[in-house]
């Protein structure tokens, strides 16, 4: 049983000065989002995207930072009806602690970590929808990082799995992670959007007023992975390393706790 995994990020994965109000630095959160398709489900996937631009007028957008509010809740209200499924990674880098000092605050070890940690949720999640090794293709937004590492990375943790959860990069070939450019595949503007979406539940900056926007994300939540019961954060959504952590407002950290998955439909 064939997968496509489409990744793309929101933030950036600087973790060495981060900002704040008073001075500037790299984005205190880092999002990855993922969109996990079967071949038939891409297509129609991709009809969606073209009638969701048509429908705005705006053919040439690539980025949810791009789109007004009303045309996000439309693309998220357009993405919950495909058949995908949704998986993302966020992390507040305040949290990071000792391990920044570990890794001497390079982000491409962070961004390793990251990816990494969120492929081990979705090759978890497959493996119970019947993907075996090599079922599993992987596209990465090529952005400024260096893919070489992380997929020597992603290899060096599938062959000497120190925590259990790693187990499940069995079924992943490293070699299968590729990268491309946005406008080159369509589908990684999904990917995007729910990179955006989840960061956009702790994005409190002076341009919104301080007040983040869980809207795109409980339009999309019920597209998330979820466990046997549906609950997201055990399953579609890894927080790094809990919810606690992220330090969300309260009425958001309730609605991503409350977050469930639509099922038994993949």
């Known amino acids: 049983m064939k997968f496509t995994v489409y990744i793309d990020e929101s933030g950036e994965a600087g973790i060495a000065k981060i ?25 129609k996937a991709r009809q969606t995207l073209d009638a969701f631009k048509q429908k705005i007028g705006k053919t040439n957008w690539k980025h949810a930072t791009d789109l007004g509010h009303s045309e996000k809740v439309l693309l998220a209200r357009s ?43 979705i090759c978890d999640y497959l493996i119970t929808a ?41 079924v992943l070939n490293p070699f299968s992670i590729t990268t491309k450019a946005k406008g080159e595949e369509d589908l990684l503007e999904i990917a995007d959007f729910v990179a955006h979406a989840v960061y956009q539940l702790g994005n409190k900056i002076p341009s919104n007023y301080e007040i983040p926007e869980p809207r795109y994300f409980q339009e ?47």
């Open 220 to 266: 999309l939540s019920s597209r998330f992975a979820g466990d046997t019961k549906g609950v997201v954060t055990s399953a579609g959504l890894k927080c790094i390393h809990n919810l606690e952590q992220l330090k969300l407002d309260h009425d958001v950290e309730k609605i991503v706790r409350n977050a469930r998955a639509r099922l038994p439909n993949r």
């Open 130 to 170: 019947g993907a075996k090794a090599d079922d599993i293709q992987v596209t990465l937004e090529r952005r400024n990082h260096d893919y070489d590492r992380l997929i020597r990375y992603v290899g060096k943790v599938k062959k000497n799995p120190l925590n259990p959860k790693s187990f499940s990069l069995r």
């Open 19 to 43: 900002r704040n109000d008073a001075s500037r630095g790299a984005s205190p959160y880092f999002v990855l989002g993922a969109a996990v398709f079967q071949p038939e489900a891409e297509n």
């Open 79 to 121: 993405i919950g009806n495909l058949q995908v499924r949704l998986f993302a990674l966020i992390s507040n880098k305040a949290t990071l602690g000792i391990y920044k000092e570990t890794i001497e605050a390079d982000p491409q070890k962070f961004y390793n970590k990251c990816v990494s940690y969120l492929l081990e949720r």
